[in-house]
């Protein structure tokens, strides 16, 4: 049985510089990081890998670029990794990623029965939290959202239990196999590669399918299967502030005089 994981390459969000013109990413001489919730959707791949037997895959689309994310994946002990990269994919939105990387998790499933499919709860650059649920429907898996702990694997009766960590409670649920889990931080710590296993990766395959391999129709992929589009990004303009007090010094005083402006203000409720 797979146990599979979806990692997304984005910006490392300290340094993003977008085209004016086009609205675009400059890709050029910026950094690129491995999502930070698909490193704990990697670490639970790995973990489950281990405890159950079951092998892993980490899966990826992107420019070709994208392969360092997925020799990072190698590194930390993933079985199979695979860059989704074609032209035809560029400039998709959520919808359109779904649909390839459905595809995808379909196609390994042809050969192999696919149980689990790990996917951060939301990326970084886009926040939508769209691509996991996106999967999940178009493939008919048990869909696991926000989950923090995995409780119960029962392979034999083909079903999981997790806990999804809600807005000031949790809810333990029961699912069957196979399931879409979109994973938040504190489900677990995400390891570290040793030396070793870096220079092992430098040599290991990574895999990668362009169209030709997922047959998608054209239209359904890439800019021309996404029915949204960014038509602007910008940094919203930030009034200039006001200095109150001498918080350096006087602290107590400064304080007193920030509440009375926020009650003047009707900003607090009293």
Not at 32 to 60: C, M, Q, W
Not at 62 to 71: Q, S
Not at 143 to 154: A, N, Y
Not at 236 to 264: K, S, T, W, Y
Request: glycine residues 8%; contains cysteine.
């Amino acid at each position: 049985m797979l146990v599979i994981a979806c990692l997304k390459q984005v910006p490392d969000t300290t340094q993003v510089q977008i085209d004016p013109v086009t609205n675009t990413l400059v890709r050029d001489g910026i950094p690129f990081i491995v999502n930070p919730y698909d490193t704990h959707a990697l670490e639970e791949t790995l973990r489950l890998k281990y405890s159950h037997g079951l092998k892993s895959v980490a899966l990826s689309m992107g420019p070709p670029n994208a392969e360092a994310t997925l020799r990072k994946a190698l590194a930390l002990g993933v079985d199979r990794s695979i860059l989704l990269s074609d032209r035809a994919y560029g400039g998709a939105d959520t919808l359109s990623t779904s649909n390839v990387l459905a595809a995808a998790i379909r196609k390994l499933g042809e050969s192999e029965e696919v149980g689990l499919v790990f996917c951060g709860k939301q990326t970084i650059d886009g926040d939508t939290a769209q691509v996991g649920p996106g999967i999940a429907v178009r493939l008919g898996f048990s869909q696991l959202t926000l989950v923090d702990r995995i409780e119960k694997l029962d392979l034999d009766a083909k079903t999981i239990t997790v806990r999804r960590k809600l807005e000031g409670r949790y809810e333990i649920v029961e699912a069957r196999l196979p399931a879409m889990i979109t994973v938040v931080r504190e489900l677990n710590r995400p390891r570290y590669p040793t030396v070793p296993m870096r220079l092992a990766s430098a040599k290991a395959e990574v895999e990668s399918w362009s169209n030709e391999q997922l047959q998608l129709d054209v239209n359904s992929v890439g800019l021309k299967g996404s029915p949204t589009w960014v038509s602007r990004i910008f940094s919203p303009e930030r009034q200039e502030g006001e200095i109150i007090g001498d918080g350096m010094n006087d602290p107590v005083a400064a304080a007193r005089l920030l509440l009375d402006r926020l009650v003047q203000g009707d900003m607090l409720s009293v």
